[in-house]
Nanobody
């Protein structure tokens, strides 16, 4: 069992930056693949960025070059650095821990990009 707590969301102007954090507890962190999903109003959830347990990363095309996912296993934390934010990045962002057929989710953090 893994508990995930996100932080770092908020309101930012277009072109600004935010860093999301997700801290895990309750189970060894370094065995999980860690992901950030987002869901905008009226849209389906999408996988934004992923980092494997060995550190390989992947991104949805719309955020490549702007977002960076990283993990610090010593701190049981995964980060999502978001730069050059656009209004279309507005969504609730969810942290996910995945291993085999198990998925654990955080409560979500709101990111709003607006002038």
């Amino acid at each position: 069992q893994v508990q995930l707590v996100e932080s770092g969301g908020g309101l930012v102007q277009p072109g600004g930056s935010l860093r999301l954090s997700c801290t895990a507890s309750g189970s060894p962190f370094n065995i999980y693949g860690m992901n950030w999903y987002r869901q905008a109003p009226g849209k389906q959830s999408e996988l934004v960025a992923a980092v494997s347990n060995v550190g390989s990363t992947k991104y949805v095309d719309s955020v490549k070059g702007r977002f960076t996912i990283s993990r610090d296993n010593a701190k049981n934390t995964v980060y999502l650095q978001m730069n050059s934010l656009k209004p279309e990045d507005t969504a609730v962002y969810y942290c996910n821990a995945h291993i085999f057929n198990l998925d654990y989710w955080g409560q979500g953090t709101q990111v709003t990009v607006s002038s």
